[in-house]
């Protein structure tokens, strides 16, 4: 079994997040993609960056299949809990229990599964 690590903001210690140290989300350039993946012996840094900007990061064992698909049901999650939330702001952290717990449920389920879903 593949050891995973999460990459996780100074806001939400054990759960990974969207993030933009640079402030606010800015969308991407056009024709600019950013990072998708950053691969080393230890470790693969996967970045999915929606079209209003804001990036989800995730670090994983280079062994481990299926992160693109763990960051598409982050952002689902994203979307379901912090966006539709009236009290989110963009520009602040997300703080709410809803998001949290899905994500943590999704978390516990991808690491029972063994894999995160097709592709890595």
Request: with cysteine; proline share 8%; glycine share 6%.
């Amino acid at each position: 079994m593949a050891k995973r690590c999460w990459s996780t903001s100074a806001t939400l210690p054990t759960t990974p997040c969207p993030c933009d140290s640079a402030g606010p989300a800015s969308p991407p350039e056009q024709g600019s993609s950013g990072i998708e993946m950053l691969e080393t012996d230890t470790f693969k840094l996967h970045c999915f960056q929606t079209l209003t900007g804001i990036k989800f990061v995730v670090l994983a064992d280079p062994r481990q299949a299926g992160i693109d698909s763990l960051l598409r049901k982050i952002y689902e999650i994203y979307s379901d809990f912090a966006l539709k939330n009236p009290f989110y702001s963009l520009e602040m952290p997300i703080r709410c229990e809803l998001f949290e717990q899905n994500l943590k449920l999704a978390l516990e389920v991808a690491e029972k599964a063994g894999t995160f879903g097709p592709g890595s």
